[in-house]
Structure formats: structure tokens, C-alpha cells
T-cell receptor
Framework: AQTVTQSQPEMSVQEAETVTLSCTYD???????LFWYKQPPSRQMILVIR??????QNATENRFSVNFQKAAKSFSLKISDSQLGDAAMYFC??????????FGKGITLSVRP | DVKVTQSSRYLVKRTGEKVFLECVQD?????MFWYRQDPGLGLRLIYF???????EKGDIPEGYSVSREKKERFSLILESASTNQTSMYLC??????????????FGPGTRLTVL
């Protein structure tokens, strides 16, 4: 079975600085997809970024980028120029052939003004 | 914009009651999912459905059942609510078209308290 591990429960970043959220996963599949979801306080969960395992190039969406290390099974999220609106819980997630998402436990990110 | 709605944001029920949580999506998505979210545990899949009248167990189906009579609606049923089912329940939907790459779109959640 696939597992997703987010070992840090909380992180804090100064506004305008860069922060990296860590995620590792375990799978025996060769073809899969990885996601970062954001859940702002009392708001709906939304997709931040996704990565196909067969692509070597790291995905980027504006201030959000990933560092995907397939051999190490690591999938970290980098947020550049952090903004107050980035404060949220972030979940790393995995999906493979069965289309079911497996989530990590999440990390709460706070942004200091 | 994709819209996933859930019937209630907050719900308080008593032990032993039958509880219905409703989810509706407006994007003609084939896939629908029910998760529960608990602090320190992340999201765990309860049930999912790939099509009308189809359902499959997720990782924690015990104590729950589901119904999908129409494509846009997916209901989660707690046959006899217990205090350990106090949680946040999230519904999500996604399209079949691109398979596993399809983004799941989430509803706002229902915070259920069982007394």
C-alpha cells in the first residue's frame, strides 16, 4: 500500500520569504501522480500543484514549485515570496492506478507579517 | 467554476441517530468521494463511486454506507451515529477523462458532532 509522510506538523515563515514543505512517499508503482492541496482556515481545499512521476521536470505554478526526487521518493513544495494568504494547512497526496488519493497528515503553515 | 456543495456546514446529532450527509456537484463528474478529516490523521477515504449506483469501499468504511442514485449526488449515511464519528466530512468529485491526473474538487465540508 502507498503511504505519504509529512513529518513536520507546523511551520512558520516571514512574509516575502521562501519556505519549503517536505513530503515523502512510498510506492511500488512506476507511474503515479503527486499533488499538493491547500486548505485555508474554514475554506475549501484547493489544488496547488501536481506532478506526473514520468516527467523529470519539476512542476511550477507562479510562486509555487516542487522539488521532485523520484529515486528518493521525495516531493517538497517551495513557496516563494510568501504572502499572508498562503497561511493554511497543506496536504501532500499521491494517486496511482486506482485513482484514489492517499493524503499525508498535513502541515499547518503560518505567515508572519 | 466547478462547484461541490454539501448540505450542511455544521451538524449536531445524538448517538444512535441515522445521519445523512449530502453532496452535490455541478460539473457532470463521474467520480465522487467521501473523506473524513481528523487532526493529526489527515484525510482518510471512506467510500467512493465511479458511476451512478456504483460504490467501492475506501480505507475506513466501517459504520458508513453511501448512495448514488443520480450522477450529481453522493450521499454518506451513518446508520447509527457514534461519538467516534465526530469529525469533519469532506466530499470531492473528479472527472474520468484524464484518469488519475484529474484534480479532485472539494466541497466546504460538514463538521459533524455526535453527542
Amino acid at each position: 500500500a502507498q503511504t505519504v509522510t509529512q513529518s513536520q506538523p507546523e511551520m512558520s515563515v516571514q512574509e516575502a520569504e521562501t519556505v519549503t514543505l517536505s513530503c515523502t512517499y512510498d510506492t511500488s508503482e512506476s507511474d503515479y501522480y503527486l499533488f499538493w492541496y491547500k486548505q485555508p482556515p474554514s475554506r475549501q481545499m484547493i489544488l496547488v500543484i501536481r506532478q506526473e512521476a514520468y516527467k523529470q521536470q519539476n512542476a511550477t505554478e507562479n510562486r509555487f514549485s516542487v522539488n521532485f526526487q523520484k529515486a528518493a521518493k521525495s516531493f517538497s513544495l517551495k513557496i516563494s515570496d510568501s504572502q499572508l494568504g498562503d497561511a493554511a494547512m497543506y496536504f501532500c497526496a499521491y494517486t496511482g492506478a486506482n485513482s484514489k488519493l492517499t493524503f499525508g497528515k498535513g502541515i499547518t503553515l503560518s505567515v508572519r507579517p | 467554476d466547478v462547484k461541490v456543495t454539501q448540505s450542511s456546514r455544521y451538524l449536531v446529532k445524538r448517538t444512535g441517530e441515522k445521519v445523512f450527509l449530502e453532496c452535490v456537484q455541478d460539473m457532470d463528474h463521474e467520480n465522487m468521494f467521501w473523506y473524513r478529516q481528523d487532526p493529526g490523521l489527515g484525510l482518510r477515504l471512506i467510500y467512493f463511486s465511479y458511476d451512478v449506483k456504483m460504490k467501492e469501499k475506501g480505507d475506513i468504511p466501517e459504520g458508513y454506507s453511501v448512495s448514488r442514485e443520480k450522477k450529481e449526488r453522493f450521499s454518506l449515511i451513518l446508520e447509527s451515529a457514534s461519538t467516534n464519528q465526530t469529525s469533519m466530512y469532506l466530499c470531492a468529485s473528479s472527472s474520468h477523462e484524464a484518469g488519475p491526473t484529474d484534480t479532485q474538487y472539494f466541497g466546504p465540508g460538514t463538521r459533524l458532532t455526535v453527542l
